[in-house]
């Protein structure tokens, strides 16, 4: 596990070596357990189709009282959880936790432009957090998925911005 400390937030990565034959990334953001899992499946088949490498990213908010770097769940513990869970989706990704007190901050400094990212959602009549935050990057300039990770056996994707 490498930490690789800024300003305002902390990272956790069990991120691999690159190989040079997997130039590109798809980048998961962490919702819930089984959105993610969804998400997992439909990133899956994406990284396949563009010989790219999996990246979950998690972040994970500190509250104020503490400092950034010293979350009330250790870090460890929090990266085995996550750990866990893509392992259950039986695919071959890294994840990155990014302790941090704003999650649009952490991602805005954790990803590179243009990234495409995909965000398991549960579909609903409501504008929610994680739609909000799919529509915010995209306004940003990310390309992104968004997985309805709500039922059926392999979910179905929403919405996608368009490719520039």
């Not at 390309?143 to 392999?154: E, K």
Request: aromatic fraction near 8%; charged fraction near 25%.
């Amino acid at each position: 596990m490498n930490i690789a400390p800024s300003p305002g937030r902390s990272e956790f990565s069990d991120r691999r070596e690159c190989s040079d034959s997997a130039r590109f990334e798809v980048f998961v953001l962490f919702t819930t357990a089984q959105e993610t899992m969804f998400a997992l499946r439909n990133a899956a088949d994406l990284a396949r189709q563009l010989n790219a490498r999996i990246e979950v990213i998690v972040p994970e908010v500190v509250p104020y009282p503490l400092p950034v770097d010293r979350p009330p769940v250790a870090p460890v513990f929090l990266m085995n959880r996550y750990r866990a869970i893509v392992q259950q989706a039986g695919i071959d990704a890294d994840v990155r936790l990014c302790l941090c007190r704003e999650p649009r901050a952490a991602l805005g400094a954790t990803l590179k432009p243009g990234s495409l990212i995909v965000i398991g959602v549960r579909r609903c009549w409501w504008l929610t957090r994680k739609t909000q935050l799919a529509r915010w990057l995209e306004a940003q300039g990310y390309r992104v998925v968004v997985v309805d990770g709500s039922g059926g056996a392999s979910g179905s994707r929403l919405t996608h911005s368009s490719w520039k």
